[in-house]
């Protein structure tokens, strides 16, 4: 019932920036919590960031604490992850995901509802 469409990806050097978007559709969207995943070549699915429905509980993971941002404008259906500081390490596909239980749980991986398709995201040395 929700579509989640990833923008925002491209080639960057590291050191640089780049700020993807997750567009939603559906009526409900401002009730869901709303994080980024990312998966590098031939690695597993992993967990990026998090935010609650209400933006009041946020959550990194510490490989990109300080430098990744997570919001979202609920009036606008959106959800953003603004990168900074990209390091090579960071080159993935970023997957965006929707969850109708909580930041905690989503940090787990697990009780994913909706996914996007992903956007690339290289990191050039």
């Known amino acids: 019932q929700v579509q989640l469409v990833e923008s925002g990806g491209g080639l960057v050097q590291a050191g640089g920036s780049l700020r993807l978007s997750c567009a939603a559709s559906?009526?409900?969207?401002?009730?869901?919590?709303m994080g980024w995943f990312r998966q590098a070549p031939g690695k597993e699915r992993e967990f990026v960031a998090a935010?609650?429905?209400?933006?009041?509980?946020?959550y990194n993971v510490d490989s990109v604490k300080g430098r990744f941002t997570i919001s979202r404008d609920n009036a606008k259906n959106t959800v953003y992850l603004q990168m900074n500081s990209l390091k090579p390490e960071d080159t993935a596909v970023y997957y965006c995901?929707?969850?109708?239980?909580?930041?905690?749980?989503?940090?787990?991986?697990?009780?994913?509802?909706?996914w996007g398709k992903g956007t690339l995201v290289t990191v050039s040395s």
């Open positions: 935010i609650s429905w209400s933006g009041g509980v946020i």
């Open positions: 995901a929707a969850t109708s239980r909580s930041v905690a749980t989503m940090t787990r991986g697990v009780g994913m509802d909706y």
């Open positions: 559906g009526r409900t969207f401002s009730s869901y919590t």
